[in-house]
T-cell receptor, first 110, second 115 residues
Framework: GESVGLHLPTLSVQEGDNSIINCAYS??????FIWYKQESGKGPQFIID?????DKRQGQRVTVLLNKTVKHLSLQIAATQPGDSAVYFC?????????FGTGTRLQVFP | DVKVTQSSRYLVKRTGEKVFLECVQD?????MFWYRQDPGLGLRLIYF???????EKGDIPEGYSVSREKKERFSLILESASTNQTSMYLC??????????????FGSGTRLTVV
């Protein structure tokens, strides 16, 4: 199998519970923040984004919260399902590029 | 459905070989990127390109070069492969949008092993 994420922090949740994945970002001048999901054997897929002038944005079963005071970003997944098992990356846009965090592995157990 | 296609899922090459990793996108995106992904290090930017025949170094360009002769194709070249270049390589493309937001679409990755 893939070795991506071998040394990642891991969050284990029970199916049906809510998950919260956290991320600290580095640059207070970043414009956008994005969450990606990467399943085994696949490239990262866009989940949700938020502009720096917002503090909350909701999607389908997902919510992103941005706290600029402490440079913290979180992804909340409601009613976590087995299909949510993956590695989740936050990213920030800075000087025309995306800067990625190291990722968190989400494991969903029945 | 929009796509970024990487030509190989798995590659095994010998030390010292010249290696070409190919990436093609069908979205008419201006921007293309090459990352490598290693356990515990996340995604690190190798090279990127904002236009045909244009390239910019990312954070870890040493040992790599790129080519962008056509808008849809961005190639990563390992001039002389070494074992420390064993990694997962990810290609991405994006459209420059008003306001500067760069939404990336990624390929599925190429896992390169250098022996």
């Amino acid at each position: 199998g893939e070795s991506v994420g071998l040394h990642l922090p891991t969050l284990s949740v029970q199916e049906g519970d809510n998950s919260i994945i956290n991320c600290a970002y580095s640059n207070s001048a970043s414009d956008y923040f994005i969450w990606y999901k990467q399943e085994s054997g696949k490239g990262p897929q866009f989940i949700i984004d938020i502009r720096s002038n917002m503090d909350k944005r909701q999607g389908q079963r997902v919510t992103v919260l941005l706290n600029k005071t402490v440079k913290h970003l979180s992804l909340q997944i409601a009613a976590t399902q087995p299909g949510d098992s993956a590695v989740y990356f936050c990213a920030e846009t800075y000087t025309d590029k995306l800067i990625f965090g190291t990722g968190t592995r989400l494991q969903v157990f029945p | 459905d929009v796509k970024v296609t990487q030509s190989s899922r798995y590659l095994v090459k010998r030390t010292g070989e010249k290696v070409f990793l190919e990436c093609v996108q069908d979205m008419d995106h201006e921007n293309m990127f090459w990352y490598r992904q290693d356990p515990g290090l996340g995604l690190r930017l190798i090279y990127f390109s904002y236009d045909v025949k244009m390239k910019e170094k990312g954070d870890i360009p040493e040992g790599y070069s790129v080519s962008r002769e056509k808008k849809e194709r961005f190639s990563l070249i390992l001039e002389s492969a070494s074992t420390n270049q064993t990694s997962m390589y990810l290609c991405a493309s994006s459209l420059v949008e008003t306001g500067g937001y760069y939404g990336y679409t990624f390929g599925s990755g190429t896992r390169l092993t250098v022996v």
